[in-house]
């Protein structure tokens, strides 16, 4: 009997989701059109640079290290200058990112085993872009200076560098971005469906019709809980879809361990939004509510920036964020084939989650039953 009670439940609340051919739409098209959008814009690679050069040599050096920025990939276009004033122009109009100064001096000086100076101005205002593009210039001119007279005397014999990256060997942003953004944006589907499930029944007047139904207070939440679950899982299930075979990121780890996590941590999303939306009187406040939530989840959850770069006060306020736990278990699972033992850790924090998340909505059930 409890059974039939249930399934009549989930089916309710997918019909209630999926009847609609604009709510179908909104499930499934903005998340499909997301994923393929931040998975190119949401990026922290520059590309496509515009600098501007002040060149006051005549000599060989000035013109080998301006023909080697503009052989170099990162930078589009070079523009030519011959004031400062110019030159400071065009980084207060943003029309530039990066300037170079070259003075008059600066092969002479290179050619007497001197000094030699060059001036780098970057756009402070876009400090994270300007210290990536200031350290390409840097390296340009390192290997510049490692080729005359003085920098081969100067050389260690035998010496080199081999780099070599792991996991992600030609520094693909995709691979890191896309599993990033499977987890993400399940987090954002799962969590405004969730939020609306309760506030839609306030709003339409059938909560209190579910309240005095034969349904006990767990049966509403498992029932709740299910259909948006089933809902993120199918989601999960297209982002990874589209990860392998259009973004062409490699799969090296367990697909059981990927769902098994997946569970819980829909299962923490859920609890979550039903917290939010047993809060939430109207549908609008539920998905301020839920947005409210999404944006700094996002921020601390490790997806931009690491976790341990953040102030020692606010790393522990990440501890009770569900994405800080499944970003690692996504990343791992894709590119690093990490272990159940790896998985379980961060599997553990998303059933506590969950368990926490969906007390406090059963109680507020309950609440209104009294």
Known sequence: MWWTRLKALIIKELLAVLRDPKGRMVLIGPPILQLLVFSYAATLEVRNVDVMVL????????????????????FRKIEYTQSVEALHDAINRQRVIAALHIGPTFSRDIEAGQPANVQIILDGRRSNASQI????????????????????????AGVSVVARNWFNP??????FMVPNLVASIALLIGLVVTALSVARERELGTFDQLMVSPLRTHEILIGKLT?????GLFHITIYILAAVFFFKVPLRGSLVLLYG????????????????SSLSKTQQQAILGAFLFVVPATLLSGFA????????????????????????????????????????RNTLPLALIALVTLSAAAWLFRRRLE
């Open 227 to 231: 259909a948006p679950m089933l809902i």
């Open 133 to 156: 593009v200031g350290g390409y210039l840097t390296q340009i001119i390192a290997s510049l200076a490692a080729e005359t007279p003085a920098g081969r005397q100067a050389a260690p």
């Open 170 to 175: 030609n520094l693909i942003y995709q691979w």
């Open 305 to 344: 920036t690491p976790i341990e770069n953040m102030p020692d006060w606010l790393q522990p306020v990440t501890l009770i964020n569900p994405l800080r736990y499944f970003l690692v278990i996504v990343k791992g699972v894709f590119l690093k084939d990490i272990p159940l033992s790896e998985v379980a």
């Open 261 to 276: 996590s997946a569970i819980f941590y829909l299962a923490s999303v859920v609890g979550l939004g039903l917290f939010i």
């Open 55 to 74: 060149n006051r040599d005549a000599g060989r050096w000035g013109y080998e290290l301006i023909q080697r920025i503009g052989g170099a990939p990162t």
